[in-house]
């Protein structure tokens, strides 16, 4: 036989002198096929490199078993953490994953959206990149009935199911546990987007300062793409502020440790001269010195909950109502970088 040739159900049943239906039955496990034949027959698909059509088979039934994932950057630890908790869901479920990363381009979405669309996913979870604002590019997916939702950063249209943390309340928290320790002129550190997430916690933060009486200026935003090193930039831009500041809120934490060490390394003492805090509760946040002040942001959660209501949905159990948004809990975790004490 051509190597290059898949190995059919006519060539089993050819060799094996069985009926086309009786080996269809078998590789079903079917238990109108006898045990003894079944081994024959699956004895015999193995020896010969015999692989199901499963896509052929469900397309026939109109479904793919497959759900599209669509996230910013795969290099990220909450976003690794959303994953963990979509593959648990949808593998007990039987469906498998397609992942692609916008890599933070509008342009590279559309691209993604289109590829999944192509590859026809029954469903599709979606975090934004950073400088989306039309999301005109998911209509292909609703004109098609095909369901979707987004998680983190989401849809700012309120057209769509989204899943995400309170950003706002978790910022004001942050900034007000700051205010506690005695901060009294804050630098907030944030991306460079429009995005709900950012947005959110600019507000927050805002909210924050005038609750406890203190003036919000525009000079106490530094805007950068928070990264690591970002954070060194930012703590350099920091130093030379007049007055120096004496709290910083980062809007993630790899970006707050970049920071933080390189005002350390300034000859700063954290947090009696500038106390930081982060955001995401990353694993760097509790190796760095000292441990940093952060919110615990529940990524594998997020993941569960998406992937269910995404695939609760597609089983019939319930539908996506587009106006429909889950809230999750956030906590607050002081650690040494605030406490004064």
């Known amino acids: 036989m051509d190597q290059d040739k898949d190995v059919t159900i006519y060539d089993l049943a050819r060799v094996l002198n069985i009926s086309v239906a009786t080996i269809s039955r078998a590789l079903k496990d079917d238990p109108v096929v006898s045990k003894k034949t079944k081994k024959k027959i699956l004895d015999l698909a193995e020896e010969m490199g015999y692989r199901s059509n499963h896509f052929a088979r469900n397309l026939r039934n109109r479904r793919t078993h497959m759900i599209g994932v669509i996230i910013p950057r795969v290099n ?12 648990k869901v949808t593998n007990e479920a039987g469906y498998n994953l397609i992942i692609s990363q916008s890599s933070e381009s509008v342009a590279k979405e559309i691209q993604c ?3 999944m669309f192509n590859n026809r996913v029954d469903g599709l979870l979606v975090s934004l990149a950073y400088d989306t604002t039309d999301t005109s590019h998911f209509d292909l997916f609703q004109r098609k009935s095909i369901p979707f939702l987004f998680f983190d950063r989401v849809a700012e249209d309120n057209r769509w199911a989204n899943v995400l943390i309170d950003n706002r309340k978790a910022s004001y928290e942050v900034t007000s546990h700051l205010i506690a320790q005695g901060c009294r002129r804050i630098v907030h550190v944030t991306a460079n ?18 609750d406890h009486h203190l003036p919000f200026a525009e000079e106490n935003i530094i805007r950068n793409t928070l990264s690591q090193e970002a954070g060194g930039d930012a703590a350099a831009f920091i130093r030379q ?7 910083v809120f980062v809007a993630n934490d790899n970006c707050a440790v970049g920071c933080l060490l390189a005002l350390k390394r300034s000859g700063l003492r954290i947090p009696e001269d500038i106390a930081i805090a982060g955001f995401n509760n990353d694993p760097v946040s509790t190796v760095v010195e000292p ?3 952060t919110v615990n942001y529940p990524g594998y959660e997020m993941g569960v909950v998406a992937a269910r209501n995404l695939i609760h949905h597609l089983n019939g159990t319930s539908g996506i109502e587009v ?5 999750l809990k956030a906590e607050l975790i002081v650690r040494a970088s605030t406490q004064r004490g």
């Open 76 to 87: 990220s630890y909450f976003m690794s953490t959303v994953i963990a908790g979509i593959e």
């Open 113 to 115: 959206v289109r590829t």
């Open 193 to 210: 987007s429009k995005s709900n997430v950012y947005s959110d916690r600019i507000l927050g933060y805002k909210q924050a300062l005038a």
């Open 241 to 247: 502020m007049d007055p120096l500041p004496d709290g």
């Open 291 to 293: 441990n940093l002040t």
């Open 323 to 327: 106006t429909n948004t889950i809230l």
